[in-house]
């Protein structure tokens, strides 16, 4: 067990829907990033967020947005839904400046009819 | 050219073999590697990380970097079944915000 959590562990959306992913970074973690696992494929990076500011983009379109709370945690939204966004969501936390090691939570799988 | 390659396999190897997993990387400015790995259905799993050319051991695993070859690989002594998994290789390419660039994983299965 990492200590990060997502929520929902599973989801199942229609396409044009809106959906909201929740991430809980492990203790002392002050760094979010989160990725898009497609079946067979390894992770693609979305974006991180530092101290509750982007700190870095993947090449995602706009409909892809996110923010972090003081308390480190962390949304990923999803405007506009596709077919193609049907993937497993990551959120990896780390310590940020002083250590980079990212660690993943369990993951929340999305799928889009 | 992608970023990071892999061997998707198959990889089959008889327990208590030595697994060896490779990865080449194309940024030369790459400074960080990190070995991940997932089971089915789950998400990624840190094995190991490694910043400096050579080895480096932990228990049964050993990672191995070459910088001027652009190359990493894992090996994994002693293989069990329960290494079974998907093996992924990530590397944080220099002037990026500490995001991972992954590699597409090989699947290693080890054979009782």
């Known amino acids: 067990e990492t200590g990060v959590t997502q929520s929902p562990t599973h989801l199942i959306k229609t396409r044009g829907q809106q959906v909201t992913l929740r991430c809980s970074s492990q203790s002392g973690h002050n760094t979010v990033s989160w990725y898009q696992q497609a079946l067979g494929q390894g992770p693609q990076f979305i974006f991180q967020?530092?101290?509750?500011?982007?700190?870095g983009r993947g090449n995602f379109p706009p409909r892809f947005s996110g923010l972090q709370f003081p308390n480190y945690s962390s949304e990923l939204n999803v405007n506009a839904l596709e077919l193609d966004d049907s993937a497993l969501y990551l959120c990896?936390?780390?310590?940020?400046?002083?250590?980079?090691?990212?660690?993943f939570g369990p993951g929340t799988r999305l799928l889009v009819l | 050219q992608k970023e990071v390659e892999q061997n998707s396999g198959p990889l089959s190897v008889p327990e208590g073999a030595i697994a060896s997993l490779n990865c080449t990387y194309s940024d030369r400015g790459s400074q960080s590697f990190f070995w991940y790995r997932q089971y089915s259905g789950k998400s990624p799993e840190l094995i190991m990380f490694i910043y400096s050319n050579g080895d480096k051991e932990d228990g049964r695993f050993t990672a191995q970097l070459n910088k001027a070859s652009q190359y990493v690989s894992l090996l994994i002594r002693d293989s069990q079944p329960s290494d079974s998994a998907t093996y992924l290789c990530?590397?944080?390419?220099?002037?990026?915000?500490?995001?991972?660039?992954f590699g597409s994983g090989t699947q290693l299965t080890v054979l009782p």
């Open positions: 990896a936390s780390s310590q940020g400046q002083k250590e980079e090691t990212q660690y």
């Open positions: 990530a590397v944080r390419i220099a002037g990026s915000a500490r995001q991972l660039t």
């Open positions: 967020y530092y101290r509750e500011e982007e700190n």
